[in-house]
């Protein structure tokens, strides 16, 4: 299966700042079966990119995907205090469907 | 508003199974996928697999062949996960989520059942 490692595990920022979220792939994945989500405490994921770069529906530009091959970014630009949670990439071209294990932005 | 409902919490014994239900509100996952995906406590988060509600098919993790289920009811607009042989490391909570397509995303979900597997 396709592991994904995220880095760093832990990002600590101020608002305003812009966070950088690595996704590394064991292998190489098609740019259109990238996703990334938001968790925060208690609640279920929240999609926020999908096909590496697509925002979902109701998703502040400030949050960029990019990348390609084994590599994978999310940007967010200018925190804000309702970003600061827990983000998860996922692949979804090859079976099984895996995820990262994650990157906290917690405020500094 | 979309609204998705889960069944509620469940405690399991070792060897019992267990069957969660997902229903939305209107037509939402008509016509799409409804994935499973389960999160253990600091784990990360996994995929179980998927039903198409049009055709019924469906595409299980290997890890869960054979020990899961998924199934749609076309009447009442609601998916169901139906797991067996439980076992401790199935604690997690379980979450339902709409897929509009292969390229897409999940992009809305469940507020997750939490099914705990103790003796």
């Known amino acids: 299966e396709i592991v994904l490692t995220q880095s760093p595990g832990t990002l600590s920022l101020s608002p305003g700042e812009t966070a950088t979220l690595s996704c590394r792939a064991s292998q190489s994945v098609s740019t259109t079966y990238i996703a990334w989500y938001q968790q925060k405490p208690g609640q279920a994921p929240r999609l926020l990119i999908y096909?590496?770069?697509s925002r979902a529906t109701g998703v502040a530009d400030r949050f960029r995907g990019s990348g390609s091959g084994t590599d994978f970014t999310l940007t967010i630009w200018g925190l804000e205090r309702e970003d600061f949670a827990l983000y998860f990439c996922q692949q979804y071209g090859t079976s099984p469907y895996t995820f990262g294990q994650g990157t906290n932005v917690e405020i500094k | 508003q979309v609204q998705v409902m889960q069944s509620g919490a469940e405690v399991k014994k070792p060897g019992a199974s267990v069957k969660v239900s997902c229903k939305a509100t209107g037509n939402t996952f008509l016509g799409y996928y409804m994935y499973w995906v389960r999160q253990a406590p600091r784990q990360r988060l996994e995929w179980m697999g998927w039903?198409?509600?049009?055709?019924?098919?469906?595409n299980y993790a290997q890890k869960f062949h054979g020990r899961v289920t998924m199934t749609w009811d076309t009447s009442t607009n609601t998916g169901y996960m139906e797991m067996w042989s439980l076992r401790s490391d199935d604690t997690a909570k379980y979450f339902c989520a709409r897929v509009k397509g292969s390229y897409s995303g999940m992009d809305v979900w469940g507020q997750g059942t939490t099914v705990t597997v103790s003796s």
């Open positions: 096909g590496t770069s």
């Open positions: 039903i198409n509600t049009i055709t019924g098919g469906t």
